[in-house]
Every structure is written in C-alpha cells, then in structure tokens.
C-alpha cells in the first residue's frame, strides 16, 4: 500500500528534519570558532617567556607568563561572553592555564639545552675551538657603505675541540665569515660538513642559538650534503638556471618568489617592495603552497583523481613543498599556515578555520619555541587570521556583483594586509598607504609566476628546454609584479612615518578593525567601492603630510633615507638647497615632496660613496637643479661616473668648491672649510682607495641661514677633522654653529675637539634603523651628550626638522623614538 503524500509520518517528518540540519549549520557559520584563541595565545606568551631575555631569569619568566595567562584568561572572557558561551570560560581558563605551563616548560627545556651546551661555554669565555659544523641555513651576505663584505650562515656544531677537551653536540650557531675564506662558505651548499677554527662569542639574549662563531682558520669540506640534499639542491640550482638569460631583477625576483631565496635581491629593489608592502611575496609563506595545492589539485580533479589518491596527492605535494623550500621554522610555518588559508578559503567548513589556525599555531609553538619571538611568525599568524576572519565573508559580498576569481583576488590581500598592518609600522616606522592598491595590482601576475617557477624548478631535472620555457613565463609574470613595486614605491604618497608608541600603534590597531568592520558595506554597493578606490589613488598621488611636520618655521632637515646622508636647507619658498641624496631614490624624493622643494639651486655630493649618491635621481624627480658641487676626490669611480651622468644628460653645470669659497643662495650663505687634507689618487680611476680615504676627502660646509647655523660634514674621519679645525682656527673662523650633523652617520671615528668645536646645541646623526654597522655608535652619542648637545637620530626619530621660533631653537621629529 503506497503512503498518501499528506500522511505526516512519510512526507512532513523528512522534510522537517532535512531543514534543521542546514539552519544550523548556517547559524553556525556566522559565528567563526574562536575558542582556542586564548590557548593559543597563552601557549604563545608561554614559549616567549621561556625563551626570551627573560628566560635568563626565572623569576622574570614565570612574572611574564603569569601576566600573559592574566591577558589571555580576559581575552577568553570577553570572546564567550561575545558568542554567548560565557558558561564555558571556567574551562577555557583551565585549559590556557594548561597551554601556557607546558610551552613554558617546553621552552625551558629548548632554552636549557642551548644555554648548557660546551659551545656555550666556549662562547661565555670566547674561546678559540676546532669545530666540525653542518651547514643548515642558506648564506646572507651583507656589504655597503665602508664594511668589507662579511656572510653570515646558520650551522649546526656536530664536534668541538677547544680548552683541551673535546666534545660530540647538536648545537646550533651562528657563523660569520669574511675574506678570503667567504667565496667557499657562501657556496657551500646546504648539509656540507666543514671543519674550521673559529673563536665563539655569546649570543644576542632570546638567540635561538648557542653562541656567534667567527670563522678565524682555513676551511676544509669533510662532507658533501647527502642524497636528498644533493637532490633539493639541484632543483634549486636548476630553477636559477630555467631564468638565467632574464634580467637581473627577474632572475632574483623568480627564486624568492618560489623558493624564497632572496641571495641575488639587491637593496633597491627590497626597499621598493618594503614601501609597497609587497615584501611577504620575497620570502616562503603560506601563499606560496596555498597556490601551489590549490593548482595540483584543480589539476588532478579534471584528470579524475578523487577520494583518498586526492588527499595523498596534497600530502605529498606538501612533503615537495617543504623539500624544496627547505624544512626550516619559516618554511615548516609558511606550509602549517598555507593549509589553514586553504581550508578558510572554501575546502572545509569555514567556521572551523580560526580554530584550525589557533591548533597550528600551538603545534608550531611546541614544536620550536623561538617562535613565539619572531616577527615573522607574528605576520604569518596575523595574515592567515585576517583571511580566515575576514577574506571568505567580503569574497561573497564583492562576488554579488563582480566575478569571483577577481573578487578572491582583491579580497585576500586587503585582509592579509589590514591584518598586519599595526606590526608592519612597529618594525617599519612607516604605514605603506600604497600598500593596498600594490597588493591589489600585483596579485594577478603572483599565481602565474609562481606556479610556473614550480613547475621550472620540476622541469629542470628532466628537460631543460621546457624548464626554460616555463621560466620565461615565470619570468614575466614576476616583471609585472617589478612594475607594480617600482611604480608604486615612486608615488608622492607612498608611504608616511607612523610613531612607535604603544598608543598610536593600538590606535592604528583600531582603526584597522574599523575598516575590516566596514569593509561589507562598502563592497556590497559598486559605487562604494568605486569611490574608494578613487580616494585611494588620490591619496598615493599626493605627498604624504605628517600633521604638524615639519613645522612652519623649518630651517633645516636631515630625512630618513635609512643608512645615508639627505639633508636639506630652505633658501625661500619651494627651494632648498640640498646636500646629499641618500642610497636610494625614493625616500629622498618623498622627503623632498613631503617639504614642497620645487626648486635646488644647489645641490651638493660631500663625496660619492654609494649612500651619498644613490639616490640622487629622487632629487632630480619634479624639481628643477641649477648646480651640482661634488668633492675634489672623483672616487669611487662608480659613484662618480653616476653624477657626471645624470648632470650631463640634465644639462647641469658639475664643479669642484675650493677650500674658503663663500657664496651665497638667496639668504643662505655656505662657507667650503673641508677637506684641507688632499690624498693622491692611487690609480687613474681610483679603484683601489680605501673607504677611509674617500671619507676624508668630503666636502666640510659651514651654513649660515636667518634661522641658524649648520655644520655639514660628511664623512669625514678624525685625521681631516683636527685638519679642518686647525686650518679654520689658524684663519680666524669658527666651526660654531646651532646644528651639527654628525660625520660619518655617528660612527665611532670622531675627533672629540673637532665635536666639541661646533658648540652645537643640536647634534644629528643620518642613519639607518638596525643598519650593520652600529651608527650611532654608543661613543659618539655618549660624546655629544657629553657636550651639552641634543641628539636627534633618523634611525628612531625618522625625518627631523630644525628651526627657530621666537628667537629659541625647536627641533620636531617625525616620530617618536622607541625605547633602546
């Protein structure tokens, strides 16, 4: 007998019970699971306690993680109390208490072993070792300025003889090398075993390793890496060669977009992908397998793979991934957050996608402690949270009136963007506002050149001709990307200075979590978004303004062009005369644009070291240049040849000052007082002359403006400095004046005489922030303190402003100085 269809027990029980399901899990996708959040973060104040400086005192380390278990137990509150789950939190507490004691302890542990080690206490005493040492970590080779060149590679201490005794270890360190010993280290491939006299010196505190090694004795290769290692090598080698006949930014853009190995990127092109906030795509992240996956598995369902081959087929390609990208902390992170953005993006339930992300970041946690220290580890969280929080929603919103594929791609970056922008402008110091529409703009060409990259690192090992091919197509792929970073890092408003308080970073915090709030809104409507998107290009065109900087009085202003000099003196409205121009064109040009300088009257190289004159496009860029004065000494040659250059094809006008020439620039006078020394040249192009020598030989400028005066001193070292204060002296003058900029970016070289001959009540040292070399160098600062002077410093204060303002000195920063 057939059911009647209005019989309740056959038709309306189903249909109630096939509706409830999807009303359920429909509720439930509105609310993302964020319930592990705080063990995942009292896991993360866990391990940093252990590990970090404080671990060095345990009353300090149990202090810090006791006040992390009190922040993450408020944290806990507020989210159940936020879901509606407040009758859970008794649990949640225990369990952050729980996650919390064991990364504590296992960091300890982690810690312990480092800090018991013979290396250690071969480092506490510096001691001189033999060691036998494995390679794990690909070479950074660091050089500019005055350094000689000098490497720097993880390593893993297998064997140590030193102070009589001799030890079998797992210990890691860090080595640095330089001279001649530095072409055979930075060959080296990865899993070589070396052996090498070295002396050890203590490690940085919170180190995640054991002592610095300085490699002190010749070098001998006692094993070649093994199968496996021979076999990633090759891949890697065979990717390098797939772009060899590209150009040189694409044969070092290609290799850190893949592989993340940034060996052949250049500090220029750096710089312009820091600007651009464009920099994540340099280095392995969960970008690169998230592509990666998402592609091989596209593929392999349209060959017809399903069921359990699909999910081996992800596994292995994750196992691939990691070989290749080598299975380090920040490859093994990329590839742990990689699969949680794959998962939020539409292969599991998206809800569960926070909550797969917190278990990520405990296992990593666990699993290497240093973590919870590391900037890098912070971005990547940070970046995968805002995609998981936030890029699925907007991509459903956007998608209503715009195709999904161009939906995803502009959705992704914005998230991962506003997600990491507070921790971007505390390593930073600035806020890319360009960073959005770069980010936007490249996304398009990041897929292609990556998974063509892949795919010719893949072909290398069996056909080298169609490795090429697909290298040619990762190749420009990653010019378009080149284009965007280039363009971009050269708008007017690129980018401004944000202070490093805690409060102006919480307020940028909020304001980030106001825009994702409103971020909805205004994609639902197309003119909305249109508007936007208007106001944004508005917004790079135009020069980035700091409210209240430089003050309207400004006299003088040293920018922030990282590790150089750019200072700038105003001789009238929209004119400047300029002295220097920085490493690199665009800091010195937003400085320049920032300052409304239409005009250089003059514009002054104090010599042609390379972050003098590399930037010296950034000056020409929109403004007219009456004259260029270089210093007598035409070397090095290169820097030279490229002021010569951009003159003659300018039509400038290019002389030498003479030592007592006075002129003037409108109310500005300038008084040549240096180099009084001259050195002969030790070749016709003068190749060979030593880093010192070409310092010596800046151009020394006393400038006398309405406001006040300035020392302008270049580089010079302490043999022309006591030069020039003895032959200025001798004539009846005076190196008095109101500001002094420091010689030599503050280094430690400094006449004390010659300092304190200035009388400056200002003291400015041009430097970069964390640059190699230590400038200021705690002596000079302690030095012209010591005189009474004020100390302002680009490194943490960024651009700073001098002027005068009813009759007494002001100085105004661009931002606040951090602490240390």
Not at 812 to 818: E, G, H, S, V
Request: hydrophobic share 55%.
């Amino acid at each position: 007998m057939e059911p009647r269809p209005d019989d309740p027990s056959t038709a309306d029980r189903p249909a109630r019970r096939s509706r409830r399901p999807p009303r359920a899990r429909k509720a439930r996708k509105a609310r993302p699971d964020a319930r592990l959040v705080p063990v995942a973060l009292a896991c993360w104040a866990g391990a940093a306690a252990a590990v970090s400086g404080a671990g060095a005192s345990l009353g300090g380390a149990l202090a810090l993680a006791l006040s992390a278990l009190l922040a993450a137990g408020v944290l806990a509150a507020v989210l159940l109390i936020v879901t509606g789950r407040a009758r859970r939190l008794g649990w949640l507490l225990v369990a952050s208490a729980v996650a919390l004691a064991v990364a504590f302890g296992d960091g300890l542990l982690h810690r312990q072993a480092l800090d018991a080690s013979p290396v250690a206490a071969l480092a506490a005493t510096r001691a001189v070792a033999t060691v036998r040492v494995e390679l794990t970590g690909d070479p950074t080779v660091r050089s500019g300025g005055v350094r000689p060149p000098f490497l720097i590679r993880r390593g893993l201490v297998r064997e140590v003889d030193g102070r009589g005794q001799r030890w079998g270890t797992r210990t890691a360190v860090d080595l640095t090398v330089s001279g001649d010993a530095l072409s055979v280290w930075e060959r080296a491939p990865l899993g070589t075993e070396l052996t090498t006299t070295v002396r050890f010196e203590p490690a940085d505190p919170g180190a995640a390793v054991a002592a610095t090694a300085r490699i002190r004795g010749p070098t001998a290769v006692v094993r070649s890496p093994g199968p496996a290692a021979s076999a990633v090598e090759r891949v890697r080698s065979g990717l390098r060669a797939a772009v060899a006949h590209r150009s040189a930014e694409q044969r070092a853009l290609v290799p850190a977009l893949v592989l993340g190995d940034t060996s052949a990127v250049t500090d220029a092109l750096r710089e312009d992908f820091r600007i651009t906030a464009l920099t994540h795509l340099m280095a392995v992240s969960g970008a690169n397998l998230t592509l990666l996956l998402a592609f091989v598995l596209v593929a392999a369902r349209w060959l017809g793979v399903r069921g359990w081959w699909l999910r081996a087929l992800a596994v292995l390609t994750v196992a691939v991934f990691v070989g290749l990208c080598r299975s380090e902390p920040s490859v093994l992170r990329a590839a742990a957050m990689g699969l949680v953005v794959l998962v939020a993006l539409g292969l599991s339930a998206g809800e569960s996608a926070l909550r797969h992300l917190a278990l990520a970041a405990v296992v990593l946690l666990l699993v290497d402690p240093w973590l919870a220290t590391s900037y890098g580890f912070v971005l990547s969280v940070l970046a995968s949270g805002g995609i998981v929080c936030w890029a699925r929603r907007w991509t459903e919103v956007l998608a209503g009136w715009c195709p999904r594929l161009l939906a995803e791609s502009v959705t992704v970056p914005v998230a991962a963007h506003l997600a990491t922008l507070p921790v971007v402008a505390v390593l930073s110091g600035r806020v890319s506002l360009v960073g959005v529409l770069a980010n936007l703009c490249a996304a398009p060409a990041v897929a292609p050149a990556t998974v063509l990259g892949f795919a010719a690192a893949g072909l290398s090992l069996a056909a080298a001709p169609l490795a090429a091919l697909a290298g040619f197509g990762a190749a420009w792929s990653a010019q378009l990307i080149l284009w965007v970073a280039h363009a971009g890092a050269r708008l007017p408003g690129a980018s401004t200075p944000w202070p490093t308080t805690p409060v102006a970073i919480t307020l940028l915090a909020v304001a980030a979590l106001l825009v994702a709030t409103a971020m909805p809104v205004v994609l639902r409507s197309r003119w909305l978004t249109g508007a936007v998107a208007v106001l944004m290009l508005v917004v790079v065109l135009r020069p980035a303004v700091v409210p209240g900087w430089p003050g309207a009085d400004w006299a003088v202003v040293a920018c922030d062009v990282g590790q150089g000099d750019g200072v700038v003196v105003r001789v009238g409205a929209g004119q400047a005369v300029v002295f220097d121009a920085g490493p690199d064109p665009a800091p010195m040009r937003t400085c320049l644009d920032q300052l409304a300088v239409r005009a250089v009257p003059l514009l002054v190289f104090t010599h042609f070291h390379a972050d003098h004159v590399g930037g010296l496009t950034g000056v020409f860029a929109g403004r007219r240049v009456g004259q260029i004065w270089t210093c007598p000494y035409p070397s090095p040659p290169e820097g030279a040849a490229a002021v010569a250059a951009a003159a003659a094809s300018r039509g400038i006008a290019v002389r030498v000052p003479a030592v007592g020439e006075q002129i003037a620039v409108g109310p500005v006078r300038l008084d040549v007082v240096g180099p009084v020394i001259r050195f002969p040249l030790l070749g016709p192009i003068a190749a060979e002359d030593s880093s010192s020598q070409q310092n010596e030989e800046s151009l020394v400028v006393r400038v006398t403006t309405p406001e006040l005066t300035l020392l302008e001193t270049g580089d010079v070292e302490p043999l022309q400095q006591a030069a020039v204060l003895a032959a200025t002296e001798a004539a009846g003058g005076t190196l008095a004046v109101d500001v002094l900029k420091i010689p030599h970016h503050g280094s430690a070289n400094q006449d004390p005489a010659f300092i304190a001959a200035s009388r400056a009540a200002v003291a400015i040292a041009s430097a970069g922030l964390h640059n190699d070399y230590g400038h200021p160098a705690p002596r000079t600062v302690r030095l012209v303190e010591g005189d009474g002077m004020t100390l302002l410093r680009t490194d943490r204060q960024g651009s700073v402003a001098v002027g005068r303002d009813r009759g007494r000195l002001v100085a105004l920063a661009q931002k606040q100085a951090p602490p240390g």
